[in-house]
């Protein structure tokens, strides 16, 4: 485990409220997303982006990413992309997976006493689809999705969850592995921890002051019980 955090107190006596990103943060998403935007590229007649540019824009909603990636693009040619990488993207979906550790953490972390809930800048029926095929749905208070709100990082997606759980921003730990996710909990004022398997690199997210950060979800829920197993 690395960890690095700026708290005093324990997680558990810190905060109520977790708010988790999906892709790349929950699910084994990453470079499943990364060839789909790549591929719907090609789909469409344009050159395919890096993967590292691809990499940076999940976390966006689906629009504001292909108008990061194509930024002279029109309307029209952005709902194209939009469609290409959505075709290419559902067509892989059913192999993916969680990431090792969730699904036996999420129930620990409710019953320890945490509300918990999900800020992603997956669309609704996307993100109703993974949670449908993965059963872990039940396990969330309250989702927020990017076609409901402004993209990361506005503060509105997380806010909105804020006044759902009547839960206090400095009770709030946004957790997610990219810089969207970290930007998106300073606009909102909460706190936030950085998972560093996912989408972005940890140099870029440190800045960003995150309270602790981890190399798998194990060691992030084991951080977040640590008081309950005292």
Not at 62 to 86: C, G, H, I, N, Q
Not at 194 to 207: I, V
Request: net charge negative; charged share 20%.
């Amino acid at each position: 485990m690395t960890l690095t955090s700026q708290l005093e107190t324990t997680a558990r006596s810190r905060y109520d409220l977790l708010v988790f990103d999906w892709d790349g943060t929950l699910m084994d998403s990453t470079s499943t997303i990364a060839r789909a935007i790549q591929a719907g590229f090609r789909d469409v007649g344009l050159p395919a982006p890096s993967l590292r540019d691809c990499n940076y824009v999940i976390g966006y909603g689906l629009k504001e990413a292909m108008y990061y990636l194509t930024p002279d693009s029109d309307e029209a040619e952005v709902a194209r992309l939009v469609d290409a990488y959505k075709h290419n993207f559902v067509s892989g979906e059913k192999q993916l997976t969680l990431f090792d550790g969730v699904i036996e953490a999420l129930p620990q972390l409710r019953d320890a006493g945490y509300t918990l809930a999900i800020a992603t800048g997956k669309a609704r029926a996307g993100l109703n689809r993974m949670l449908t095929m993965t059963g872990i749905g039940d396990y969330f208070e309250v989702t927020r999705c990017a076609d409901e709100a402004f993209s990361k990082p506005h503060p509105a997606m997380l806010e909105y969850i804020l006044d759902y759980t009547v839960t206090e921003a400095g009770r709030t730990l946004m957790i997610g592995d990219t810089t969207h996710d970290l930007q998106l909990a300073i606009n909102a004022g909460t706190h936030s921890a950085a998972l560093t398997y996912g989408a972005h690199p940890l140099d870029e997210m440190l800045p960003l002051n995150p309270v602790a950060h981890f190399d798998d979800f194990s060691s992030l829920s084991g951080w977040l019980l640590q008081e309950v197993e005292a």
